[in-house]
């Protein structure tokens, strides 16, 4: 049996290149295993390695979470949890590879909001239905995003963002971490809901699109709160609110979006645990009591904050009720805006 897969984010964490090393590693040795193992059965779930998708490129938000999570049903079940960073099209390569798995809880996926609501409405031919082919095991945390200006717009708050906006329609320019992402299609919501005009410049990620911000090139941008605080903190960029409906526990003092000017408002990421349609339900229930559990737990809550990532666990159909939701919310917004996947 291939070693446990851990992740200890923070200094002296292994680089991305070497998460990526290790998981290549590891897949081949899990799938000749998976071939020999006898078949699930719910009463002694689990009884041999869990590969856990990752939708995204190692040493993002989304890979973080696996891990740390992965880590800990390791040590709970002592079975190795392989993750496995598939990425592509905004988190639809490899959600669509889970979507396709044998539905025995061997194949787990950590979905975003990206690749679970958001990808419905911006790709024509998805191939797969986030609500028909996957089994919602339980929502693993939120990540607020901070409303960042560059210091030389002179605004101090949403207030004065959207009377500068209005008396300049089209003069400012926005980055985000590339079309359809929640930072781009917030800001869509807030012209929306603001009666603004910006333009839209898309990056092949976040860290260049904050780059832009900081360098001047783009006047404002929404970002994770674990990207953005480095930069809030150094000064290199003023944030003038929070996405979200609640304030960030990252950032306490800062007043949301909602609160300053446009009551209602909430965007930020979201990431969550899935198994594909036909799981038992006895293995998702147990799934979704072990990583509610671990996301009770302090050091796994303070890991995660670190991250700027806030545990949010729910019920699968508490799940299945916030995904329905966002859905149609984002596909209300790509529909307005025009928003087309690149």
């Known amino acids: 049996?291939?070693?446990?897969?851990?992740?200890?984010?923070?200094?002296?964490?292994?680089?991305?290149?070497?998460?990526?090393?290790?998981?290549?590693?590891?897949?081949?040795?899990?799938?000749?295993?998976?071939?020999?193992?006898?078949?699930?059965?719910?009463?002694?779930?689990?009884?041999?390695?869990?590969?856990?998708?990752?939708?995204?490129?190692?040493?993002?938000?989304?890979?973080?979470?696996a891990r740390i999570t992965g880590q800990r049903l390791n040590e709970v079940w002592g079975q190795t949890v392989v993750i496995d960073n598939r990425p592509g099209a905004g988190g639809t390569v490899g959600a669509g590879i889970a979507a396709r798995a044998t539905p025995d809880g061997y194949t787990l996926v950590m979905g975003t909001n990206a690749s679970h609501a958001i990808a419905p409405g911006l790709y024509r031919n998805l191939a797969y239905d986030p609500l028909k082919d996957f089994a919602p095991i339980t929502l693993v945390a939120n990540v607020p995003q901070a409303l960042m200006v560059h210091p030389s717009l002179p605004v101090k708050d949403v207030k004065e963002l959207i009377a500068y906006?209005?008396?300049?329609?089209?003069?400012?320019?926005?980055?985000?971490?590339?079309?359809?992402?929640?930072?781009?299609?917030?800001?869509?919501?807030?012209q929306m809901m603001s009666s603004t005009r910006m333009v839209h410049v898309p990056f092949s990620g976040g860290a260049p699109g904050l780059a832009a911000l900081v360098g001047g090139q783009v006047q404002l941008m929404a970002d994770n709160m674990n990207s953005a605080l480095p930069m809030i903190k150094a000064g290199k960029v003023r944030a003038i609110a929070v996405t979200t409906a609640r304030r960030s526990v990252a950032l306490p003092e800062m007043a949301t979006i909602a609160e300053q000017a446009?009551?209602?408002?909430?965007?930020?990421?979201?990431?969550?645990?899935?198994?594909?349609a036909g799981t038992p339900s006895t293995i998702v229930t147990r799934l979704n009591t072990e990583v509610v559990r671990m996301l009770q737990q302090a050091d796994v809550r303070e890991r995660m904050l670190q991250q700027g990532a806030e545990p949010a666990p729910n019920s699968p159909a508490e799940f299945t009720a916030l995904i329905r939701n966002d859905i149609a919310r984002w596909a209300k917004v790509i529909q307005v805006s025009g928003t087309k996947a690149d």
């Open 165 to 190: 906006a209005k008396a300049r329609p089209g003069a400012l320019n926005y980055s985000s971490a590339g079309t359809g992402t929640p930072g781009h299609l917030g800001l869509e919501l807030f």
């Open 1 to 65: 049996m291939p070693a446990s897969v851990h992740f200890r984010p923070g200094r002296g964490g292994p680089s991305a290149a070497s998460l990526a090393l290790g998981a290549a590693l590891l897949c081949p040795l899990w799938a000749a295993h998976a071939q020999t193992a006898r078949p699930a059965q719910a009463g002694d779930y689990p009884n041999r390695p869990i590969r856990m998708l990752v939708p995204f490129p190692p040493g993002g938000a989304t890979d973080i979470l």
């Open 262 to 276: 446009l009551p209602g408002f909430d965007s930020g990421s979201w990431f969550g645990l899935f198994a594909p």
